[in-house]
């Protein structure tokens, strides 16, 4: 296997602003797996011309496909893997499936990782319900609809509708409300901030 270039043999700019296959997302909004040969040619004419193909190809990875999680205007998040020669029909795939799946748990760890602290997690453990449930039921406590949990999750409506059936059974409830009563209980949730009592006020009539 080629090794790696040597940091002081990369061109003098940032790579990042002319990635082909950044720059096509950005630009079309289609956001699926993608390698730079299937990438049309005006998006890879600044990494031609500052010697950034040259650089790959030298080091045996002039073909790249990219399986990205999230592209937005102003940030990215993606695995990009090199090798030498373009990938076949069935590996763009399977690629494709691998992809699905990532952006399945990068966003279930998103979600978790915003609700979730450390306790949390012991105890969807000892109630034995998986991370994708406390996922489901996190976002159910949030007042998201079975669709948009399934968006948020990258999952399907009848996935949310089995993850919640599953936890019902696991929290010995029938509905969504004693769900998420039952999980704030557990410490599965946490609870919602309380209120402040207004103050009453006492004030001399005008006479």
Do not use: N
Not at 4 to 24: H, K, Q, V
Not at 107 to 119: K, T
């Amino acid at each position: 296997m080629p090794e790696g270039p040597a940091r002081a043999d990369w061109p003098d700019d940032d790579p990042e602003g002319c990635y082909p296959i950044l720059l096509y997302y950005r630009h079309t909004e289609l956001v699926h797996v993608t390698q730079l040969a299937d990438v049309p040619p005006g998006f890879a004419e600044q990494w031609r011309s500052r010697g950034w193909q040259d650089l790959c190809s030298d080091h045996g990875v002039d073909e790249q496909m990219a399986l990205p999680l999230h592209v937005g205007r102003t940030d990215h998040e993606a695995f990009v893997i090199g090798r030498d020669g373009a990938y076949r029909a069935d590996e763009l795939q399977l690629a494709g499936y691998i992809q699905r799946l990532l952006v399945c748990v990068a966003r279930q760890i998103e979600v978790l990782s915003q609700q979730c602290a450390g306790a949390t997690l012991v105890a969807a453990y000892e109630t034995v319900l998986t991370p994708r449930e406390v996922a489901v039921i996190t976002l159910v406590a949030q007042g998201m609809t079975a669709a948009a949990t399934a968006r948020r999750l990258a999952i399907s409506v009848r996935t949310v509708h089995k993850h919640l059936e599953r936890a019902y059974a696991k929290l010995d409830v029938s509905d969504r409300v004693s769900a998420v009563r039952r999980a704030m209980q557990l410490g599965l949730l946490p609870e919602p901030p309380r209120r402040p009592v207004p103050l009453a006020t006492t004030g001399r009539r005008a006479g």
